[in-house]
């Protein structure tokens, strides 16, 4: 991952250990109409907690995932490309090429 060094990777695995073992109210988790929140919402909450000297629990497994939410995931962009595809290469304009422009 972008910004995240190899020193770093040993400290998000053991951040990662104390998320894991971590209590998660259902009030991180779900908001007030029972749904589940949002997944940057939800790291919000989870990433802003202190240790018992006062210091944040996770700044270095916080690395990790603001870099993993900005990854795409969904198929819009694709999607859209496609159906841009799909109008211009139709029945009557299958042999497009570069001399055909």
Not at 15 to 32: A, G, L, P, Q, T
Not at 51 to 67: D, I, M
Request: with cysteine.
């Amino acid at each position: 991952m972008p910004g995240i060094t190899r020193n770093e990777v040993a400290m998000i695995c053991d951040e990662w250990k104390v998320y894991r073992v971590e209590e998660i109210e259902n009030s991180v988790m779900y908001d007030n109409d029972d749904k589940l929140k949002r997944v940057d919402h939800f790291w919000k909450e989870v990433l802003s907690r202190k240790s018992a000297s006062g210091n944040q629990k996770f700044p270095t497994l916080q690395k990790l995932v603001y870099s993993s939410l900005c990854l795409t995931h969904g198929n819009a962009d694709v999607e859209r490309s496609l159906s841009i595809n799909k109008k211009i290469l139709t029945s009557e304009r299958t042999l497009l090429s570069e001399s055909s422009h």
